[in-house]
């Protein structure tokens, strides 16, 4: 349980420091995204605990309550108008949401979630790499940090209780790449 409520701490640091971010740095939250992640994050926490993943509940429920302010601050200071992209992200969200809502299995309901989760998060992946100046690379580092404590936290590595963890670890990693490898990226520009 230890590595749970750090990995949980690291996450509270790292929505507070988004938060700093987007009200001090101009990040800026794509609505896409952080409403997708809202609306998933909850079923997600729940399917999770019907899969028997308490030891990786503690970062969940942290990642709830971020998903939740981020999401309202990113209707005054985020980005997105809903554009093509994000109506296509929202629409496979919808329709993976809705095979899970069929499928009646919380191992399945797991694995859509995952799928509409992935939806949520192309539009970051698309802004981080074409915008990287409105995402926050140390935000990221510490969302990565905290996923990585928490796949500490798994007693067992079934299908079950990992495959969100290591999921989670993944959106981190890509989302940085696309930060750092954009070719609009700060360190790109002071490498010229």
Known sequence: MFFSILSALIYLLAFVRYIYATFKSGTRPNRATWFIWLVLGFVLLVSSYA????????????????????????????????????????????MALLCWFFSGSAIYALLIGILIDL???????????????????????????????????IPSWTLELSIYPVYMVSV?????????????SRLNKNSR
Not at 51 to 63: D, K, Y
Not at 65 to 83: D, N, P, Q, Y
């Open 172 to 184: 981190c990693v890509v989302t940085l790449l696309m930060i750092l490898f954009s070719p609009n």
């Open 119 to 153: 939806f949520g998060a192309l539009p970051t992946f698309k802004k981080a790499y074409l915008d990287p100046k409105h995402e926050d690379t140390i935000t990221w580092i510490l969302f990565l940090l905290g996923n990585s404590v928490n796949l500490l936290a």
């Open 51 to 94: 899969t028997g993943a308490r030891e990786t509940l503690p970062l969940l429920i942290v990642n709830q309550l971020g998903f939740v302010a981020i999401f309202f601050i990113s209707l005054r200071s985020g980005e997105g108008g809903w554009t093509n992209f994000d109506k296509f992200c929202l629409i496979g969200a919808a």
